[in-house]
T-cell receptor, first 114, second 110 residues
Framework: SAVISQKPSRDICQRGTSLTIQCQVD?????MFWYRQQPGQSLTLIAT?????????ESGFVIDKFPISRPNLTFSTLTVSNMSPEDSSIYLC???????????FGPGTRLTVL | QKEVEQNSGPLSVPEGAIASLNCTYS??????FFWYRQYSGKSPELIMS????GDKEDGRFTAQLNKASQYVSLLIRDSQPSDSATYLC??????????FGSGTKLNVKP
């Protein structure tokens, strides 16, 4: 499976600011996915990012709050904008692969908003 | 109704026992099914995938799928303390729509 890295691994941010999370894959992939895992909860898909097109957002997530870039086939960024304490979560990027289109996850970014 | 339901646990088993983790899903059109293991503070790690009805074995792990009952399970034989983690059931409904259960916390006691 692909090797996925994320930056930063963790951050503590002030309310009202924005944070951009980077996701790098060691091989070219068509789609990249961004998930959120709130404390004690499971994973929720934020959006799917295809190279060369606008990201597709899931219900409850909007581009103004979570803008995504996908400049090439190995890289994507997720920005969490105008943060509030409710945005405190782990943010994970993933790629698909394998026989059943499994999803493989990066190490995650632990975000705390004060 | 949630797409994927799991008992949150914790499920406690003694070392060497069989741990049985269960999951139900709501959409009969779901195509493939997965079990992920997530250690505290880490990201989910894929341990099993299953597509067809029946059992699929990989080492100490066996995934079981019953599409008629919309039920997926994971058996861990000879449980070890290192198996202590949260186990997430996931369902692929197609078109890259993955849904995750809330996870079952497993404690394996030495």
């Amino acid at each position: 499976s692909a090797v996925i890295s994320q930056k930063p691994s963790r951050d503590i941010c002030q309310r009202g600011t924005s944070l951009t999370i980077q996701c790098q894959v060691d091989s070219q992939v068509t789609m990249m996915f961004w998930y959120r895992q709130q404390p004690g909860q499971s994973l929720t898909l934020i959006a799917t990012a295809n190279q060369g097109s606008e990201a597709t957002y899931e219900s409850g997530f909007v581009i103004d709050k979570f803008p995504i870039s996908r400049p090439n086939l190995t890289f994507s960024t997720l920005t969490v904008s105008n943060m509030s304490p409710e945005d405190s979560s782990i943010y994970l990027c993933s790629v698909e692969g394998g026989s059943y289109n499994e999803q493989f996850f990066g190490p995650g970014t632990r975000l705390t908003v004060l | 109704q949630k797409e994927v339901e799991q008992n949150s646990g914790p499920l406690s088993v003694p070392e060497g026992a069989i741990a049985s983790l269960n999951c139900t899903y709501s959409d009969r059109g779901s195509q493939s099914f997965f079990w992920y293991r997530q250690y505290s503070g880490k990201s989910p790690e894929l341990i099993m995938s299953i597509y067809s009805n029946g059992d699929k074995e990989d080492g100490r792990f066996t995934a079981q799928l019953n599409k008629a009952s919309q039920y997926v399970s994971l058996l861990i034989r000879d449980s070890q303390p290192s198996d202590s983690a949260t186990y997430l059931c996931a369902v692929n409904k197609g078109f890259n729509k993955f849904y995750f259960g809330s996870g079952t916390k497993l404690n394996v006691k030495p």
